[in-house]
């Protein structure tokens, strides 16, 4: 009979509970760290480069057309489109979906200040997807197509924002986004290692906090602008055929614009820079 | 013996963790079993330093001063040549140390930084912050895990050593352990064991020790033959926190930067501390000592604290406290002993900024253990005790950071020579006790666990607490101990019908300590009956009735055995081959 | 009447038994601390309505909070029982059951108590040590200034109660995130000058996954911590380190 019992190993069941670092393995971290950058560069950029645009729309239906016009005479700005906003926004929202829910927050039983920031990131994050998704849909792939048409961009998002929820639903998604976006530059820094020391953190959230503030406002300013500042604007200041109101330089923008469905509405031919406002 | 002899190592504290390095390091195998995770053991308390005779303040200690200061504070009981070759290694033991990593206080140059501690002139103890002990036991477990993760040493956490397998020789085969998860009782072969469970404070009921620190594993072997050597010393602190469950170690600092001892002159007095006025407060330190005051001998402040609660009755609310009164300092002093204050604050909920510190001495350090040989052999051939489960080094006292040396030392020793034990061996005959011993444990489960009686174990275990702590601490008189020992036959008698509340079989808590409280009624009947027999006063053991050092009779080791089931007291003599015994004088310190 | 204080304990007698709450009162003392509660009922393992229970099991040792072994929800919140005083939690209102429950994301041993052996599987594959040649005497070790002492020590007073992690957002069965302490150990032993030499290892062990990329920079971890790490630092540093060898590696590897 065997009476000296050999040692078990304790590894014969499988572990319970949240399992070991699995060192070295797997590709986590680089998806990981990209779906981090990409929330900067070039999805972050591009909400900046959005909400500068749209702030156009203060100096009026024009400027905003004209604004419109010049994006899209960037050079194969389709593929930068793509390339740069749609895919990397669509993996960060993606990927932020999967992340957010992967996390177990709990600010009910500890409601400290960080984890009440960390909660804020995967609710803005879901705001901003839900809302980009509906935004990019009615605004960029359906109705009058702005990149034929410059022109109507303001009459568009003001047709848009005549419905008082969506109005509202704009205000939301403004501050979610910039909240969202300030935010994640504060955290990309944290961790990244570019802050690591207490002070710097909070500095930097000072920065951060203005940063996104000024953003908010900007975009709210837009959405006041479209609202409120320029009343029943013209469904399209910039007819077709004048081609002289565009810069010379952007000539294949030019031709882009006219070799489409030219029949748009013409009627309203107001003149914008003698909006009593501005 | 087979080429890579099997060593078990009971306890992982900083002894047990150091006999596991040197084993692995040497190319042997370990079972390393403990109760708690090692990382959780008893020695993270420490908190002062450790000692050794670096001398890099230029004060010209040396290894033989600090051999001396330790024999001397030790009261001249320790033998001399494990404490000599102890003190020898200790500017090794404190380089490898910092080699691992120990985050050591630093001077500005980069170097070793050292402090000054009790029982010496010399700037001799070399600490990190003040959780010396946590981050010297934390460097060894890192580099056993670094050991098991390459395969040389297997961890038993949650395992409790509950006996030694011996054969019929009497040799030591391997051991009894109990997995406090399942509660499965199982044998584990092994050519040599090393005992490093560290101190028995349980016994005393509330201490400065942890919970784990029963004494149990080293009762169970002296009840299977090993000899028990110096029980009876004890070293109790004067400074601690009472708390519900615990004392709590609280600095000599606290006096050293100006701290009061006092009660309230009527013992009736229900004020609060505050507002009772200076002419009603008893500095009793003050008074009955003008010339050292509050910072008189730890030991002499002890005896003290104690009478005054006890002989005078004159416990603050009647409860064996006293107020060390921090209020009336200025702002930078309390500001140098902000991290104790911390500590106050945080068990006790008072400030002692606003209000006077309740404190009174505790039960510190067990400075007696298993008797072992210069190579940390017990009589029990195979058997290896290191660290504070063993007698050796501190002989009637411990100086101040000279514990987590020994410990480490201890462990150093007792690896490499159980190593070349298990070399030696010859292989068991038969199944070398393995079926006997454990099918002795499993009846002493049964037992247990088919026991109906009424006695709560928890109760029981408060009782022992409360005698050992009145009559086998402090002060001693023969007619308490003798008290003393009968209390523990009568507990050892209730404990016979003891009701387990709990009989499941898993992690069942209740019932290891059940277990665990058998053999500390047995080991408190060690520490008393040595006590009463010791009379004289040295070091710890102070007995008013024989206020003086006896060397003529008891420059002696007191070693028990477990004969008939009570201990049998003998003495041997003590190696005195390196310095003459002189007279101890405090006056002076 | 003596005051009572009245607890109500999360139970489980195993890990695959059945959850009850069970309620006790228990005779106040002052300054009592959660151990202490504990140990009393262990006394007098009686429940409020008068039915024999066993006393709770949990874990402890040390008592004074540096061993770290009884982490355990208090009133909802993860914290040491032993440095847990009766008075503060009741602050006031005495009549509010104070609430015991295990830390909710180890697996259940039995009632409170956890098993947290993770953490020391973590620290094993981030090679949470210093390679020492041996230890015998090899002299002195290099010298090390106190500025650098001073920026380890905090980060060696970790005493592995895993609070920062039962209090991570991030630390859970989906993400099998490593945790703040293991990373805070990753910064200690890469600035040791020996440990030093296992960096990229452990750098590398850290971009696995569960690694450093996981954490969310909820933040928790440093309010909860009992020992006060600098756990957020070590987080950025480290991370900051372990994405500098990634890219190295990309090039070199
Ligand atoms: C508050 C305090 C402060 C101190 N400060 C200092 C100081 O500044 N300097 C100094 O030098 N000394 C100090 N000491 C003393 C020193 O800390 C201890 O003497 C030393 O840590 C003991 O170490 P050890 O390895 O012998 O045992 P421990 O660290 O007590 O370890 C015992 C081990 O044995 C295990 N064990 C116990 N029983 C069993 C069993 N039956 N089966 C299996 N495993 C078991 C435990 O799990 C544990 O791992 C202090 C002590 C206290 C209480
Ligand atoms: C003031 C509020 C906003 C206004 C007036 C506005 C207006 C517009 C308009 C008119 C378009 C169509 C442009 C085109 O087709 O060329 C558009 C596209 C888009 N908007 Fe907004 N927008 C606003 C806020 C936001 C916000 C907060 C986001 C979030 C990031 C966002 C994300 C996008 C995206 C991703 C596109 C598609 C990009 C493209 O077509 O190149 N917008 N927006
Ligand atoms: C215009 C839209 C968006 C911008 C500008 C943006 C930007 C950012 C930035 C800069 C970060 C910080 C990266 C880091 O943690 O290091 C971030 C993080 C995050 N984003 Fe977005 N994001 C956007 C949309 C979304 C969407 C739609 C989601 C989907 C839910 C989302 C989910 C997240 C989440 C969960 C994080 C935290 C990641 C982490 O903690 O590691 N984001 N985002
Ligand atoms: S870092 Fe703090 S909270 Fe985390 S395990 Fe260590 S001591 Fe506990
Ligand atoms: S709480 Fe968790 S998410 Fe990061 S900052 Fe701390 S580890
Ligand atoms: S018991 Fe050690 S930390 Fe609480």
């Known amino acids: 009979m065997a009476t000296v019992a050999p040692p078990v190993s304790s590894a014969t069941s499988p572990q319970r509970g949240v399992q070991p670092l699995r060192a070295g393995q797997g590709n986590s971290f680089l998806w990981r760290k990209l779906h981090s950058l990409s929330g900067i560069v070039p999805i972050g950029a591009f909400l900046v480069e959005h909400i500068i645009s749209n702030f156009e729309t203060w100096n009026g239906p024009l400027a905003y057309a004209k604004q419109v016009v010049f994006l899209n005479s960037l050079p194969l700005v389709r593929v930068l489109e793509w390339a740069f906003i749609f895919i990397p926004l669509s993996f960060h929202a993606l990927y932020g979906v999967f992340i957010a829910f992967r996390g177990r927050s709990n600010v009910n039983v500890y409601p400290w200040a960080g984890n009440w920031m960390y909660l804020s990131q995967r609710i803005t994050g879901i705001i901003a997807l839900v809302y980009i998704v509906q935004h990019v849909w009615r605004q960029r792939f359906s109705g009058v197509m702005l990149p034929e048409h410059p022109g109507a961009a303001f009459a568009k998002v003001q047709h848009e924002l005549s419905n008082p929820w969506m109005l509202a639903i704009y205000v939301i998604a403004m501050i979610a986004t910039t909240w969202h976006f300030s935010y994640g530059i504060w955290l990309f820094a944290a961790k990244w290692g570019i802050t690591p020391g207490n002070r710097a953190r909070k500095r930097f959230g000072y920065v951060c906090a203005v940063l996104g503030i000024a953003l908010c406002l900007m975009g709210l300013a837009s959405i006041y602008a479209v609202v409120y500042k320029y009343p029943n604007a013209p469904e399209n200041v910039l007819p077709e055929t004048p081609a002289a109101l565009v810069q010379p330089a952007t000539a294949t923008s030019a031709v882009s614009l006219t070799n489409s469905r030219s029949a748009a509405p013409r009627t309203t031919q107001s003149q914008p820079r003698s909006t009593p406002q501005s | 013996m087979a080429a890579s002899p099997r060593i078990i190592v009971v306890g992982g504290g900083l002894a047990g963790l150091s006999s596991v390095i040197k084993i692995a390091e040497a190319g042997g195998t370990v079972d390393l079993f403990s109760i708690v995770p090692v990382k959780r053991s008893h020695s993270v308390c420490a908190q002062g330093g450790i000692n050794a005779a670096k001398d890099l303040k230029g004060e010209g200690d040396s290894v033989l001063k600090h051999f001396d200061d330790t024999v001397y504070g030790g009261d001249f009981l320790a033998n001399q040549t494990p404490v000599k070759n102890m003190t020898a290694q200790g500017p090794a033991i404190i380089d490898l140390l910092d080699r691992m990593g120990v985050p050591f206080n630093r001077t500005p140059e980069g170097l070793l930084d050292f402090r000054r501690f009790g029982g010496t002139l010399y700037q001799r103890t070399a600490f990190a912050g003040a959780t010396t002990g946590q981050q010297l036991l934390y460097a060894l477990d890192e580099q056993v895990r670094r050991h098991e993760s390459e395969g040389k040493v297997t961890k038993y956490e949650g395992w409790e050593f509950l006996s030694a397998v011996l054969d019929d020789n009497g040799v030591c085969r391997g051991i009894v352990a109990m997995d406090l998860r399942t509660m499965e009782t199982r044998t584990f072969p092994a050519d040599a064991i090393i005992i490093c469970t560290g101190g028995n404070g349980a016994i005393f009921g509330k201490s400065t020790n942890s919970v784990v620190c029963t004494g149990s594993a080293q009762s169970a072997l002296y009840q299977q033959g090993a000899f028990y050597a110096n029980g009876e010393f004890i070293q109790v602190h004067p400074t601690a926190i009472p708390g519900e469950d615990k004392l709590r170690l609280m600095s000599e600092s606290a006096r050293g930067e100006g701290g009061r001892v006092w009660v309230p002159r009527d013992r009736n007095d229900k004020r609060v501390a505050r507002s009772i006025p200076e002419a009603d407060r008893y500095y009793f330190l003050e008074e009955r000592y003008p010339k050292y005051g509050n910072l008189v001998p730890r030991d002499i402040a002890t005896r003290e604290i104690f009478k005054i609660v006890y002989e005078d009755q004159m416990g603050i609310d009647g409860q064996p ?41 505790g039960v510190h350090y067990t400075m007696g253990g298993l008797w072992v040989d210069f190579n940390q052999q017990t009589n029990i051939p195979g058997v290896f005790a290191a660290g504070e489960a063993d007698y050796s080094i501190h002989g009637a006292n411990r100086l101040g950071a000279n514990s987590l040396l020994s410990c480490i030392y ?104 059940t277990r665990q409280l058998y053999n500390m009624l047995e080991l408190g009947r060690v520490i008393v009956q040595g006590a009463r027999l010791r009379d004289e006063s040295r070091g710890a053991h102070y007995k008013p009735d024989f206020p003086n050092r006896n060397d003529e009779q008891f420059l002696k080791t007191t070693k028990a055995a477990f004969v008939d089931g009570a201990p049998s007291i003998t003495y041997e003599d003590v190696d005195t081959s390196h310095i003459k015994p002189r007279p101890r004088v405090y006056s002076s310190t | 009447m003596p005051r009572t204080i009245k607890v109500e304990i999360k139970r489980q007698s195993n890990p695959d038994a059945p959850v009850v709450i069970e309620k006790f009162e228990v005779p106040y003392r002052p300054n009592m601390n959660i151990t202490s509660l504990l140990g009393e009922i262990a006394c007098n393992p009686i429940t409020a309505d008068g039915k024999t229970t066993a006393p709770i099991a949990y874990d402890s040792n040390c008592l004074e909070e540096i061993c770290g072994s009884c982490a355990m929800l208090i009133n909802g919140k993860a914290r040491m029982a032993c ?29 409170l108590a956890v098993d947290r052996s993770v953490l020391f599987q973590n620290l094993k594959s981030v090679k949470a040590w210093v390679p020492i040649d041996g230890t015998y005497d090899l002299g002195a070790a290099p010298r090390q200034f106190p500025q650098i002492q001073e920026e380890r020590y905090p980060l060696s007073n970790c005493i592995s109660c895993t609070i920062c992690m039962e209090v991570c957002p991030q630390f859970n069965d989906s993400t099998n995130f ?52 600098p756990l957020t630092e070590a987080i950025s540093d480290v991370t900051r380190e372990v994405i500098v060898q990634q890219v190295k590696d990309f090039f070199t590897r």
């Open chain 3, 178 to 229: 490593v945790g703040a302490a293991t990373i805070a150990q990753v910064k200690l032993f890469n600035m040791d000058p020996a440990g030093s030499v296992l960096k990229e290892e452990r750098l590398r062990a850290l971009a696995g996954d569960g690694g450093v990329q996981e954490c969310g920079f909820a933040q928790n971890c440093v309010e909860a911590c009992p020992k006060q790490l």
């Open chain 2, 410 to 513: 201890g462990g150093f020793v007792a690896g490499p020579q159980a190593l070349n034990y298990a070399k030696a061996l010859k292989p068991a005959t038969g199944d070398g006790g393995h079926a006997a011993e454990l099918q002795r444990q499993k009846q002493k489960n049964n037992q247990l666990t088919s026991s109906t009686g009424t006695e709560n174990p928890f109760k029981i275990w408060r009782e022992l607490g409360d005698t050992m702590t009145k009559h086998a601490t402090i002060v001693r008189y023969n007619a308490g101990l003798d008290e003393a020992d009968a209390k523990l036959v009568e507990l050892l008698h209730r404990y016979k019908n003891i009701n387990l509340s709990d009989k499941s079989q898993w992690a069942n808590t209740s019932f290891a300590f």
């Open chain 3, 83 to 111: 440095s847990a005083l009766v008075d503060k939690l009741q602050d006031g209102n005495p009549d509010e059951p104070i609430t015991l429950a295990p830390l909710s994301k180890f697996p259940v041993v039995r009632d």
């Open chain 2, 321 to 361: 406290m006293v107020y060390l009164d921090l209020t009336h300092l200025p702002k930078e002093r309390l500001h140098k002993l902000e991290g104790i204050l911390e500590i106050y604050e945080k068990f006790v909920g008072d400030d002692p900024r606003e209000v006077p510190m309740k404190i009174f001495p």
